[in-house]
């Protein structure tokens, strides 16, 4: 649906674009915070000083290759509030028909974003750990995190944010089947970007239909 409905691409294109920028920066304050580090540790090793700077830096790309997937789609669902609400709001107004009509203002948005900051940095530094061991576990913290992300965007509209929003996701039916595949998709290069919009439409839906059942 997201990515078929052409009324619905302008507010994926934009959202995606600052993901990607901001993952970016990231990156690049990753790389020069690290690498520094790295060198002196291989200049101790006894790699040649000439080498010690192109091992570091190879060492620090395969290093970030095994979390970057799950590090982007922390950045993006962290600032859900800010991204994707957009597109949140179109989606549950094209499924359903209508959707409540609060608004979030700006600082409303981002005081939810830093709330979710603890949060986003512990389990992306539990992700680092599980990446180096069993890549595949990682999955775990971070599709439930996801979770707490994504259904960001539709309990904000109801006046629901974090952490008390935290606690309504984890009790959606489906909630859990949802946060394994939002994990999987996060460690898939690629994918985890094309699939990123559809997680936040899946996200939506399922507080909606989570409210019906409660209902």
Known sequence: MTLGQKELRGFIIRPILWGILIYALVSISANFALVGPLRDLILRLGVPESWSIWVARIAFFIAWSF??????FGINGMLSSLLWDKLSLRVEERVFGSAPNG???LGRALADSMARLPLTVGVSLLSALLSFTVPWLSAWPVGWLSLYDFTACAYARRGLYYPAQKRASSRLPKA???????????LIPLVNL??????IAGATILVRKGEHSSA
């Not at 094309?194 to 997680?199: A, E, H, Q, S, Y």
Request: overall charge neutral.
């Open 67 to 72: 979390i970057a997937g799950p590090i982007f």
């Open 103 to 105: 608004q979030t203002s």
């Open 176 to 186: 859990r089947e949802f946060a394994i595949c939002c994990g999987i998709l996060s």
């Open 194 to 199: 094309i699939c990123l919009p559809g997680c």
